[in-house]
């Protein structure tokens, strides 16, 4: 399952608090996706092209879905 995310990262490197542990509340499995789309192009900025795409976000975001769709159905 390819997951695009239609609205471009809102997150940057400038956005995050001076602290190492950022406190998120997350509400619904969307806004789980949308912070996992954004902190893995924060953390990892050199894995995303100068187009803003990124096949190994793309690819993590996919595996970690598989993963949470999998453990969800009680196939783990």
């Known amino acids: 399952m390819k997951v695009k995310f239609h609205e471009p990262s809102r997150a940057t490197i400038a956005s995050l608090p001076k602290s190492k542990a950022v406190l998120h509340k997350i509400h619904t499995y969307t806004q789980l996706r ?3 789309h954004d902190d893995l192009r924060i953390q990892h ?6 187009n803003g795409e ?3 976000c793309d690819f ?4 970690l879905m598989e ?3 999998a453990d969800a159905k009680g196939l783990n």
């Open 67 to 69: 993963l949470l769709d």
């Open 34 to 36: 949308q912070q996992i």
């Open 45 to 50: 900025p050199e894995w995303v092209k100068p």
């Open 60 to 63: 993590y975001e996919a595996r």
């Open 54 to 56: 990124s096949p190994v």
